[in-house]
């Protein structure tokens, strides 16, 4: 029987750690395999390094030692599950690597780090510069860490445009993390103040504009309520706050709206049309995010 799998990056780093245990939290909480994988791109050894036998033995070798060191990091993590791990190293270039890696293992989940620490390492300089573009290949929703600590969220602070989109990203972070209270957050694009000026809209008009549009908006948060409940599992019993205002919905607003509701997770419906916003909430946020893809 094919064990679910959850795979995680690491380039090594004392500050990759904290991403790898808590994949190996989140793997021991929902009976998953734990894939870590570490990709080696072949382009680093072109900027001064020699291609000799000799020196690529060199590089593989200490690449093992430090695999090896890696796989010992994760099995004290994961005590007597040892069973249910597997630490790999691939040469390539780390998004089609990381890609092809989570199809070959039918990966359920895919964690990394945001960022790496900055120092003169030109590995973490690389895998920092293309973390965008792993996410933007990932064939899997995505756990981005940015905080250490185990996998335990208590409250998942979801921004939402009541598409079916938005929906399965829900249902999906509320199943993934059934132990966790929802917040439920819907801005309602509003007109410009000078905008309103141009067409000679302000005073009533606008007050108009804002309670209907609220009352709209109350129904729709009902309606994908109703809708996300009807999913069945933790849904239907999950803890929901909502909330809904005149705005716009960008990135200092989530990060606000997170940081004021104390969630430690932000859940993100992340498609084509919407990875510049994801990525600018991503940057803005200073907690993890959980990206349905």
């Known amino acids: 029987m ?7 990056t690491t380039d090594l780093s004392k500050n990759s750690y904290k991403v790898i245990d808590k994949a ?3 793997a021991l909480k929902s009976d998953r395999w734990l894939e870590v994988l570490h990709v080696v791109e072949p382009k680093l050894f072109a900027f001064g390094f020699s291609r000799s036998d000799e020196d690529a033995q060199a ?20 005590h007597r599950q040892i069973d249910r791990m597997n630490v790999q190293t691939r040469m390539g270039s ?5 890609e092809a890696f989570v199809r070959e293992k039918r990966g359920v989940l895919l964690v990394i780090g945001d960022s790496e620490i900055e120092d003169e390492s030109l590995t973490k300089r690389l895998l920092g510069s293309v973390a965008r573009r792993i996410i933007s290949r990932s064939p899997v929703n995505t756990l981005v860490v940015k905080t250490a600590g185990d996998a335990d969220y208590k409250k998942l602070y979801i921004p939402t445009d009541f598409s079916n989109h938005s929906l399965n990203a829900a249902a999906a972070a509320i199943a993934l993390f059934p132990e966790a209270s929802v917040v439920l957050d819907h801005v309602v694009d509003s007109p410009s103040e000078s905008q309103l000026v141009v067409y000679e809209m302000e005073g009533e008009f606008y007050r108009h504009f804002s309670d209907s549009a609220k009352k709209q908006a109350e129904k729709e948060m009902e309606r994908f ?3 996300l409940r009807a999913q069945g599992g933790a849904c239907a019993s999950v803890s929901i706050q909502s909330q809904y205002a005149l705005g716009h919905m960008d990135a200092d607003w989530a990060a606000e709206q997170a940081a004021k509701h104390n969630a430690d997770l932000t859940v993100l419906a992340a498609d084509d049309s919407r990875f510049s916003n994801t990525f600018a909430m991503m940057e803005a946020s200073s907690n993890d995010l959980f990206l349905h893809l």
């Open 94 to 98: 780390i998004p089609a690597t990381t």
């Open 225 to 227: 309520i109703a809708r």
């Open 24 to 26: 190996a939290s989140l």
């Open 59 to 78: 590089v593989d070798a200490a690449t093992q030692e430090r695999l090896k060191r890696v796989s010992e990091t994760v099995r004290k993590k994961l």
């Open 2 to 8: 094919h064990r679910e799998r959850i795979v995680v």
